[in-house]
């Protein structure tokens, strides 16, 4: 078939009106079907005519159906023809008025027993195409097992086959499609379950097409070229036979005549015998159906035009609470509410005028007590002149459930209106935004009818990541990029849920605009780049400006070389080198705050022994943990050490061959363990360390009681010095 669906509505010449494009669901002949590449079928009857009414050009093209409810959201088409309204079509579409009467019913294999109304289906496989009216009519019936079927035709061979025990489709559908494909064995049984009446769909706001439309249909329906194409095309019998059977069928029916007409005397015995077989096959019939009357479940209550009740099944009297005879006879308006009398009477006229009607009421039992009925009724001739005939189902419990769901509803609309972050509701299949509360639009820049109908990518500067997101929502996205209407973009940060709403699922966007928290963001990372930048030139100024004391110092020293101020220059010098080292560290590490202990001890050892010219003479070994420090307490920490290396450097090794100095250092709990340790000759009982005017334990202690820690001195084999300091 050749599918539009996804081509813009053609453009007129300038001369005259454009040609408008209606679309209709290819999978529903006779309503529309492709034939020798024409459009034909009962809704392109109908539009033709209504395209005459409206005195525009209208193209009506069979189409695959979702990729043409699509193409109206998003502007392509004009309008859909024989599409049920539903709550969440309403967000996009606007519907007309009815269009045509879709009659839902039960198709069964010839000669199974037990099925005549939607309830005795529970517990069976019920074909249904998916998303269909009959689906949402049958979930809410749980014990019905349905069972989704790609079209009607493939539903009847799953039927043929027993792999379903029931399909429910629309009635004219079905009987056509069982006639073109010459399927036997299959029968309908009962009542419809549902009646529904589908209409015109236009793309939301259209109004004045949508008023061209209605307009139209009326004018058709007054003048009565609607009822002569309804009657063209509705079927004559119970099995429906295409326009190509019924002229086939009526040229055998010519040769079988002209046969007919040689034997004259043996067809007329023949047709006195069909005659009497009729009458009882007739009889029979009436039988079954009044029996089959009895056994529905809704109420059947058949009244003249006056509105006296002329018949009731047993289901009415249950129903109403009266007796069958208390009904018969009784006005139809005195089991109504009352206050609804003004309705019934327009309900009245108008199924007199169009010949059926469908419309919910509130019927009033014997007790007094009201409940809620969906009536489908039909007019007809009998022989006891024009009667109506309603089927009135028990819907109190659905309105109930409605109102429950209208007032939660309601609820949530009130929460989704007032929340102050950005909400979006977004048919999750196509991205396609079918709500919004007030924060969005003023985020967005748009009106709510402007942004309604949208996909959501018209608002995200990241459309293919906005896609793949919809399709798979993740619970919080920290940044996007979205768009205003204004081109303006900004960044975001979303959360996601998903939900199933009128059957459709759906995903709950909540974004949040964080311009502020971004700029302010990039404003505290340039501050702390630039404090780097200033703190590692401070390390590198004041290792210079130490370097230059240190070279000072050496140069004054070599004028003091062998008297005591020598020895205190040199003394200075290593303290301030230990400093050095330190800054030299900090400027150096990717941290200008901290520094690796380890590598910083090792570092002021090495060079100390450098400043004393030892570094070849005595062996060094440096084992610490990997811990890191800050500023303020490796200063005093190497100065420790300085000292300690400067003490053995001066007392401990005059006799020692083979010098060696070791440093271990490692973590326990919150503590660092620092142990310091030479081979040489160890401290005396009363050592020199003591002394105020030396190298003391004064000065160490200082600095040990500085650093929060403790510390002990062993005499054993050299000096062993075990420190430990908080990290």
Not at 140 to 156: E, H, M, N, Q
Request: include cysteine; glycine fraction near 8%.
């Amino acid at each position: 078939m050749a599918l539009l669906s996804s081509q813009a509505p053609a453009q007129a010449p300038e001369e005259g009106p454009r040609s408008l494009v209606f679309l209709g669901n290819q999978a529903l002949p006779p309503m529309v079907y492709l034939q020798d590449g024409k459009a034909k079928g009962v809704a392109v009857d109908l539009v033709k005519r209504l395209s005459e009414e409206m005195g525009r050009p209208v193209d009506i093209r069979p189409a695959n159906w979702a990729e043409a409810q699509k193409d109206l959201a998003e502007g392509r088409v004009d309008a859909l023809v024989q599409i049920n309204p539903t709550e969440s079509r309403l967000l996009v579409y606007d519907f007309s008025g009815p269009f045509l009467d879709s009659r839902f019913s039960i198709f069964v294999r010839q000669g199974t027993e037990g099925i005549q109304s939607a309830g005795d289906l529970q517990g069976l496989r019920v074909g249904v195409e998916p998303w269909s009216y009959p689906e949402l009519a049958l979930m809410a019936k749980p014990l019905i097992a349905l069972v989704r079927v790609s079209t009607i035709l493939d539903g009847f061979h799953q039927l043929q086959a027993g792999e379903i025990e029931a399909l429910v489709a629309d009635q004219w559908v079905g009987q056509y499609i069982l006639a073109a494909n010459r399927l036997r064995g299959i029968e309908i049984v009962g009542e419809p379950v549902a009646v529904s009446q589908s209409a015109i769909a236009v793309k939301k706001g259209d109004r004045a097409l949508l008023d061209g439309i209605n307009a139209g249909l009326e004018r058709m329906r007054k003048d009565g070229s609607y009822q002569a194409i309804i009657d063209r095309w509705r079927p004559k019998s119970i099995v429906y036979e295409t326009e190509e059977q019924v002229e086939a069928r009526q040229i055998r029916f010519l040769a079988l005549a002209i046969g007919l007409v040689l034997v004259l005397s043996l067809a007329f015995i023949i047709v006195l015998l069909q005659r009497l077989a009729a009458e009882r096959s007739l009889k029979a019939e009436l039988d079954w159906k009044s029996g089959l009357l009895d056994e529905i479940g809704d109420a059947i209550v058949v009244v003249d035009l006056e509105g006296r009740i002329v018949y009731v099944n047993p289901s009415a009297p249950r129903q109403l609470g009266y007796s069958r005879e208390e009904l018969l006879g009784r006005n139809i308006a005195e089991l109504n509410d009352p206050e609804t009398l003004p309705a019934i009477l327009d309900h009245k006229a108008a199924i007199i005028a169009a010949g059926s009607g469908h419309f919910t009421i509130r019927r009033r039992r014997k007790d007094g007590s009201f409940f809620h009925v969906d009536v489908s009724a039909r007019l007809f001739s009998g022989s006891k002149g024009e009667l109506i005939i309603g089927i009135d189902r028990d819907i109190t419990e659905m309105v109930e459930l409605r109102e429950r769901l209208m007032e939660s509803e309601a609820k949530y609309r009130d929460l989704f209106r007032a929340e102050s972050d950005a909400l979006l509701l977004v048919e999750r299949a196509t991205g396609i935004i079918l709500d919004c509360n007030e924060s969005a639009l003023r985020m967005y820049g748009y009106s709510r009818e402007e942004l309604l109908g949208l996909p959501n990518t018209v608002i995200s500067a990241e459309p293919e990541l906005t896609v793949e997101t919809t399709r798979d929502p993740q619970s919080l996205v920290p940044l996007r990029q979205h768009r205003k209407k204004d081109g303006t973009v900004f960044p975001v940060e979303i959360t996601f849920s998903t939900s199933r709403l009128n059957g459709v699922d759906v995903v709950i966007s909540a974004a949040r605009d964080i311009t502020e928290r971004v700029e302010a963001s990039r404003r505290i990372t340039a501050l702390l780049r630039e404090k780097d930048l200033i703190l590692r030139e401070a390390h590198h100024r004041i290792k210079n400006n130490m370097a230059s004391i240190i070279g000072l110092l050496a140069f004054q020293r070599q004028a003091h070389a062998d008297s005591p101020a020598g020895a205190i220059l040199l003394d200075a010098m290593a303290k301030l080198q230990s400093m050095g080292v330190l800054y030299d560290k900090l400027y150096r590490s990717e941290d200008t705050g901290t520094s690796d202990v380890g590598e910083y001890l090792r570092g002021l050892l090495e060079q100390a022994l450098e400043l004393f010219g030892r570094r070849a003479s005595v062996a060094l070994r440096v084992e610490v943990e990997a811990v890191t420090m800050g500023a303020a307490r490796l200063a005093p920490l190497g100065i420790v050490l300085n000292e300690l290396l400067t003490n053995s450097l001066k007392h401990a090794f005059e006799d020692c061959p083979a010098p060696r100095i070791e440093l271990e250092g490692r973590l326990s709990g919150s503590d660092l363990i620092l142990v310091y340790r030479d081979n040489g000759r160890g401290l005396p009982e009363d050592p020199a360390l003591e002394k105020p005017g030396g190298f003391g334990l004064q000065l160490i202690a200082g600095l040990v009681a500085q650093l929060d820690g403790s510390y002990e001195v062993g005499r054993a084999i050299g000096v062993r010095f075990t420190l430990r300091i908080p990290v």
